[in-house]
């Protein structure tokens, strides 16, 4: 009885410490545009932004993926203009690392986040892998051929500064308490049946 019981305790710390990305990755990028940047619907000098969106699957195209994005423009919520189409491509260090969101339309005209710092996964043929920690990375300033926004009505470029983090979507990871709790239930389910069985014995 003792060795079940202890084998349950490990199994519920073990399902409680698992950091992982089962149902996809939500991906949320934190930034601040340089002084240079153009006023745009999507930009000022200055001003923070962020960008959120979820892969469904840690399996994406390495051409692109079309997901919905969240952005706002100093915490107020931007919608994406009709007829607009938004792409995701993530990319290995090599190419800058991190991914680009894209918010284009028909005539090829709109706004361009491009990303770089750590990659947050492998190219595999067609496929990127993607298979980062959940934490945070930091957008990399320096690689400035990679890190830019750029409005293609005017072809302006900028820079911005920021970081991205990736949490697990769809899959709820028990909290703490959650897990203490569960367990302190086993033990007690566990504590009953041994009392059972030890008075069915002394009955005997």
Request: hydrophobic share 40%.
């Amino acid at each position: 009885m003792g060795k079940k019981i202890g084998l349950m305790a490990l199994l519920v710390l073990g399902l409680a410490a698992l950091p992982v990305f089962a149902d996809g990755i939500t991906f949320t990028v934190n930034g601040t545009y340089d002084l240079g940047t153009p006023t745009t619907a999507f930009s000022a000098p200055g001003d923070t932004f962020t960008l959120t969106f979820t892969e469904p699957s840690l399996t994406v195209s390495a051409n692109g993926t079309s997901v919905p994005v969240t952005f706002t423009l100093d915490s107020a919520t931007i919608p994406v203009p009709s007829g607009f189409q938004v792409s995701e491509t993530f990319s290995e260090k090599g190419q800058g690392g991190l991914f680009d969101v894209q918010l284009i339309n028909a005539s090829k005209t709109g706004f361009t986040w491009m990303l770089s710092g750590d990659a947050l996964g492998t190219l595999s043929g067609s496929n990127f892998n993607l298979n980062p920690p959940p934490g945070t990375f930091t957008i990399d300033p320096t690689q400035s051929e990679f890190d830019q926004f750029v409005d293609a009505e005017t072809v302006a470029t900028s820079s911005f500064t920021g970081t991205v983090t990736t949490s697990a979507a769809g899959t709820a990871v028990p909290e703490p308490p959650a897990a203490a709790l569960l367990l302190g239930g086993l033990l007690g389910l566990a504590a009953l049946g041994f009392r059972k069985r030890a008075g069915r014995a002394s009955a005997a």
